[in-house]
């Protein structure tokens, strides 16, 4: 019973380099979403995918793009690593009715140097 | 857009009392929804309650409870009878009702980091 699944948990990248986060569910859900975590912003979302074939913008999506692969993947890419892209990225998928609750990955800890 | 505030980064309780956490949102919206959200030094992140914005009564899950006021836009967490597991940073969000063009956004506070005493 998988749930969330997000790989990798932890990566330091150079700035400048690029690179993807993946994000997999099992639940059959429809909307999937990115958030980073930084210490007294809470949970901040980057971009959406109410279901499959659709993204849209977060609060903070400058520097980042979004694939959303197929109803079960959600992939998020850091075309061009900035210090400032320094956080802990969660992957999360819900249902699409409002009550419903979000399932969360386990967090990807991002390190830009 | 909607946003979601929570004014306290940190609060303390000793084990077995009561403590409350505050969550203001700001939205035009009428029929929305609302969380708390338990976020231990794992990292998990955890739901500890919801509450639907038409339904007057308050929420309750065993030791937690809701305050949903809404016309003052407050949904504050109580947390009864305090446990040492209870310590994580406790988030407070909101989603609005579903719309045919795009998914309902989950929006977020700040957190507040509770510590509890032995």
């Known amino acids: 019973n998988a749930g969330v699944t997000q790989t990798p948990k932890f990566q330091v990248l150079k700035t400048g380099q690029s690179m993807t986060l993946q994000c997999a569910q099992d639940?059959?859900?429809?909307?999937m979403y990115w958030y980073r975590q930084d210490p007294g912003m809470g949970l901040r979302l980057i971009y959406y995918?109410?279901?499959?074939?659709?993204?849209d913008k977060g609060e903070v999506p400058n520097g980042y793009n979004v694939s959303r692969l197929n109803k079960r993947e959600f992939s998020l890419r850091l075309e061009s690593a900035a210090p400032s892209q320094t956080s802990v990225y969660f992957c999360?998928?819900?249902?699409?009715?409002?009550?419903?609750?979000?399932?969360f990955g386990q967090g990807t800890r991002l390190t830009v140097v | 857009a909607q946003t979601v505030t929570q004014s306290q980064p940190e609060m303390s309780v000793q084990e077995a009392e009561t403590v409350t956490l505050s969550c203001t949102y700001d939205t035009s919206e009428s029929d929305y929804y609302l969380f708390w959200y338990k976020q231990p030094p794992s990292r998990q992140m955890i739901l500890v309650i919801r509450?639907?914005?038409?339904?007057?009564q308050n929420a309750t899950e065993n030791r937690f409870s809701v305050n949903f006021q809404k016309a003052a836009k407050s949904f504050s967490l109580k947390i009864s009878d305090s446990q040492l597991g209870d310590a994580a940073m406790y988030f407070c969000a909101y989603r609005g009702r579903l719309r045919e063009t795009s998914g309902s956004r989950l929006t977020f506070g700040e957190g507040t980091q509770l510590t509890v005493n032995p």
């Open positions: 995918s109410a279901s499959e074939g659709t993204t």
């Open positions: 639940m059959n859900h429809n909307s």
């Open positions: 999360a998928s819900s249902e699409r009715q409002g009550n419903t609750e979000a399932f």
């Open positions: 509450q639907e914005a038409y339904k007057q």
